[in-house]
């Protein structure tokens, strides 16, 4: 797999191998049907949802748009993921070419950040909804969701960028096997025969910048939503307030779990087997972006009413 040192990747190792769970392959097997159906499941229920919220007139409304690209983040990470991990637990296909690779985890990366960033724009969205509802049509219009998106992707896009390209850049001479099944950023800078220290710094300072500022944001706007819901005399302008409000913290805490992997990854990854972490990115990837819809299919009741219409229409 090796040939001239001539400093470029491609002419020392031609592609990378994915080996899942060194030291317990007989997890691949138990766990292929059970992330087959919640791929299935994940997919379904966010198609539900988008469809419902595209037909439904009535959820024509900026939170349900900024929903509905949460909704299709959640539905790429799943693609960008799973149809490369199953085929490797099925089949033992187990190569990667340096550009898949890399889009890959380009893809990871980006889409980890435009969520986080969505997140705090919805939050934005029930902060001035709930304490200058006067305002709201105002402020919260189309244009606006126009906007947020654009800098969603401009912000996200911009900053994730540069961790496929200091990957790329790195040199490759010894080993070509990549210990997870995903090609992350550390997992892939692991196997450089180079200094990867920007690489780790990159990837900490971009992590914690990205998600930690945006989730100390959304903390904010979530206790002076809760400030504000406390001094309304309404019982059910209090109890709408907290289911919607409810709705998006516990997508919240869903995501936040990323923080926990990576920490977990790279701190105790010595003290526990290596394929622990791998099996936790892994179900972090297609479980928690099926919870997403069911939690507002749930909890919020213009979604519950707008699927039931569909569902009597459909029959």
């Known amino acids: 797999m090796t040939a001239h040192q001539n400093g470029s990747i491609s002419a020392e190792i031609s592609d990378f191998l994915l080996n899942c769970f060194g030291r317990s392959p007989t997890w691949q097997l138990w766990l292929s049907l059970p992330l087959s159906l919640l791929f299935l499941l994940d997919m379904g229920a966010h198609a539900t949802l988008l469809i419902t919220i595209r037909l439904e007139a009535s959820l024509h409304e900026p939170m349900y748009y900024l929903l509905s690209l949460l909704s299709l983040l959640d539905m790429e990470l799943c693609l960008t993921v799973i149809p490369k991990v199953l085929p490797i637990f099925w089949f033992d296909l187990r190569p990667i070419s340096f550009f898949a690779c890399f889009l890959q985890m380009f893809t990871m990366n980006s889409i980890f950040a435009m969520e986080s960033c969505t997140f705090l724009v919805m939050a934005y969205d029930r902060y001035v909804a709930i ?34 390209i200091l990957s790329g850049r790195l040199h490759f001479c010894r080993e070509n096997v990549i210990e997870n099944c995903l090609c992350a950023n550390m997992s892939v800078s692991r196997l450089s025969c180079g200094d990867i220290i920007i690489n780790r710094l990159y990837q900490f300072a971009c992590g914690w910048t990205l998600l930690g500022f945006d989730l100390i944001l959304i903390f904010l706007s979530y206790t002076l939503i809760l400030k504000a819901v406390l001094r309304l005399k309404s019982e059910g302008a209090v109890a709408k307030a907290l289911s919607t409000c409810g709705s998006h913290v516990i997508l919240i805490l869903f995501f936040s779990t990323v923080l926990l992997v990576f920490v977990f990854t790279l701190v105790v990854e010595k003290e526990v087997s290596s394929d622990m972490p791998v099996l936790l990115n892994i179900l972090h990837h297609v479980i928690r972006p099926a919870l997403n819809p069911i939690v507002y299919g749930v909890r919020t009741q213009e979604i519950k009413q707008g699927i039931q219409r569909l569902l009597k229409k459909g029959w």
């Open 131 to 164: 304490c200058h509802p006067l305002q709201y049509l105002s402020i919260i219009t189309d244009q606006f969701v126009v906007k947020a998106v654009i800098f969603i992707l401009a912000r996200s896009i911009f900053l994730t960028v540069p961790i496929p």
